[in-house]
DNA sequence: CTATTCCTTTAACAAATGATAAATAATGAG
DNA sequence: CTCATTATTTATCATTTGTTAAAGGAATAG
């Protein structure tokens, strides 16, 4: 659990109080590799943060499965548009890597801001930062092309070597095909070409 | 001023002194269709809401001219990176339309937070939104065609109509002379070929 | 109204990516 | 370990988008 802390504390915004109150609303969970912690259909009603392992966020279209999001360890996951909407989601929660979870109950976690602001704060300043980080993403998929998306990524997340080709392929937009594709003609900044 | 808080309305949140609170950080300003509202260095301070015309957006890379966002009327326009980071934009804000902003005084306005928590709610709230209108654009980016996003834009954007074509080119990530070619190939679904 | 500038379209060719299929390579169950 | 399954690469061809250049239209200042 402490882990989970030392993430919040980034944000210096919670009382010990506060840490408690949130304690109470946390569960742990240990994850298989391959292991749907949610999946499609149902309406999440939990934060997810990793303590260890790899998941991804996915779900199907026109028959294709399409990887949203990969989560490492050190991060949350959620379902978000679910969590904020209440409405089915979908999307679901793959383990790529085995490891452990910390469950937050989302009702029990809102409910807190009305007692704790600085919950809510915390909350609020999470959310700056994920929309910032989306905002990024929007600028990285639309100026550039899917091989420099593939070196961003690369640099961004090492960890995304021990992840299936075809489940990064979707994520950068483009097809397994190409993603091969590129691979082959990649050749690092510092290769000389004779 | 009524507009903006009719706009804050949907969420539901704010007491009368808090409304009273806010409306101590807005300021009107008239401003003319191609002004610029906010100019690419400097550091934002300011969230607007546009009560009348149309806004955009944007930045230069690599020497090209891009369109990040367009606001319609009714809509709140902020370069949020530099609003939340307090780091000088690259971004600048311009009418492509001549209207009415609401200009809301961030440093003001986020100070607010601390005495009504109920401002922090609101924000939170329309956090949750715009960061969820960004999650949507990025699957519209990744998994959809220029043309189907042309499309898209088309249909939530009636008002779009008014903007220059080569704002909307760098808006959905090509460029002017693949929207001109879209869209002269562009046939309405209720088009009969014969 | 006219001239200039800016915007949009068109054309021709190059480059990147998609679709499909088949060949290898890697992985996991038994 | 071996077989069956799954993942990745390679090949070929089609399609989309990019690049550059030039021509045609629209908007605006004077």
Not at 72 to 81: D, E, I, K, P, T
Not at 137 to 161: C, D, G, N, P, V
């Amino acid at each position: 659990m402490q882990a989970l802390f030392d993430y919040f504390e980034q944000f210096k915004v919670l009382s010990e109080t506060e840490k408690q109150a949130i304690t109470a609303t946390c569960s742990i969970k240990r994850v298989e590799k391959q292991e749907m912690v949610e999946t499609s259909g149902s309406t999440s009603n939990t934060i997810y943060f990793l303590e260890k392992g790899i998941a991804r966020i996915y779900y199907y279209k026109d028959g294709k499965d399409i990887t949203e999001y990969f989560a490492l360890s050190g991060n949350l996951v959620a379902r978000v548009q679910s969590l904020f909407t209440q409405k089915p989601s979908p999307k679901a929660i793959q383990m790529l890597e085995a490891g452990e979870l910390i469950a937050i109950n989302a009702t029990q976690f809102f409910q807190l801001f009305d007692t704790y602001p600085g919950i809510e704060r915390l909350f609020r300043l999470m959310l700056e930062a994920s929309y910032l980080e989306s905002v990024e993403r929007i600028e990285s998929i639309q100026f550039h092309s899917a091989k420099e998306r593939y070196e961003t990524l690369l640099k961004e997340m090492e960890i995304i070597q021990k992840v299936p080709l075809k489940y990064i392929a979707s994520y950068l937009g483009i097809t397994q095909v190409s993603l091969s594709r590129i691979r082959a003609n990649y050749l690092p900044n510092d290769t000389q070409i004779s």
